[in-house]
């Protein structure tokens, strides 16, 4: 057996043919973690500027994102489950965290669950992502 971390070579992506494509959403519907993986669970990042727009916090969310991801020994790409919070969500809100994700994963698609919310713990805050990855 190789000791060798995993990296997102070895993490399947799949989209079933009889469910919906979200790959210009952003997201994949189903990733397989390669097997023995050291799995790393980070919190939901919320943007240093509560005041800012949404596009500039989901923007500064996701660097958080990036950040703890490495302190954890894992990269975007090899992120495998993501939740996003957004409050208020709309058609609009909704473009906005596929455009990002579409941006920040690229080929390396996480499976995703966006889920509306009144408010978040942030008095300010308007959108939060945590995160599933493999480290590798």
């Known amino acids: 057996m190789s000791n060798a971390a995993p990296t ?7 989209d079933p ?3 919906f ?6 997201f994949c519907s189903t990733v397989v973690a390669p097997a023995g993986a050291r799995t790393v ?6 943007a240093d500027d509560q005041e800012a727009d949404f596009e ?6 996701f660097e958080n994102l990036r950040v703890a ?12 489950k993501i939740t996003c919070l957004i409050v208020d969500a709309d058609s609009e809100r909704i ?3 596929s455009q990002a994700r579409r941006d920040h994963f690229g080929t390396n698609r ?4 966006i889920i509306p919310v009144p408010r978040l713990a942030g008095e300010n805050a308007l959108f939060e992502i945590d995160a599933i990855a493999v480290a590798g």
Do not use: F
């Open 95 to 97: 473009g906005v965290v």
């Open 17 to 19: 043919d009889t469910l």
């Open 41 to 46: 669970y980070i919190a939901g990042k919320l």
């Open 110 to 113: 996480p499976t995703s669950t």
């Open 69 to 80: 991801l490495e302190a954890g020994g894992a990269s975007l790409a090899t992120v495998v």
């Open 21 to 26: 494509d979200p790959t210009e959403l952003g």
């Open 56 to 61: 500039l916090q989901v923007a500064q969310s």
């Open 8 to 14: 997102s070579k070895a993490i399947e992506r799949l």
